[in-house]
């Protein structure tokens, strides 16, 4: 696989080498990528200069900022699930291979 990828002008691998080109190599590897050794050094590159920026990110004093797990308030827009009967079972139920009643009978998978 070819890397079509300019060079940027990040800290250089001297400055900071946390990911060396071997665990690259690993990690493509892993991937099922194929690097060629050029290849593996942008990439070597880039995961350093990821890792540069977590660590500003940490140096960031955070005690005052309130957990959240989206960026904008949501609410949920669903209805509440409520069992019903529903109306047309029969035509749910023509395409099961196996059937007991109104429900689909599947074989026993759990032992006991």
Do not use: C
């Amino acid at each position: 696989m070819k890397s079509k990828r300019k060079d940027y002008r990040g800290p250089s691998l001297k400055e900071s080498q946390r990911i060396t080109e071997k665990e690259v190599q690993h990690i493509a590897r892993l991937a099922r990528l194929r690097l060629e050794d050029s290849e593996a050094l942008l990439y070597q590159k880039d995961f350093n200069a990821i890792l540069g920026h977590f660590e500003t990110l940490q140096e960031l004093d955070t005690e005052k900022v309130e957990p959240m797990s989206h960026i904008l308030e949501t609410k949920n827009v669903w209805r509440e699930d409520e069992p019903d009967k529903s109306k047309n079972t029969e035509a749910l139920l023509s395409n099961a291979p196996d059937r007991k009643i109104d429900y689909f009978k599947v074989p026993k998978i759990l032992e006991g």
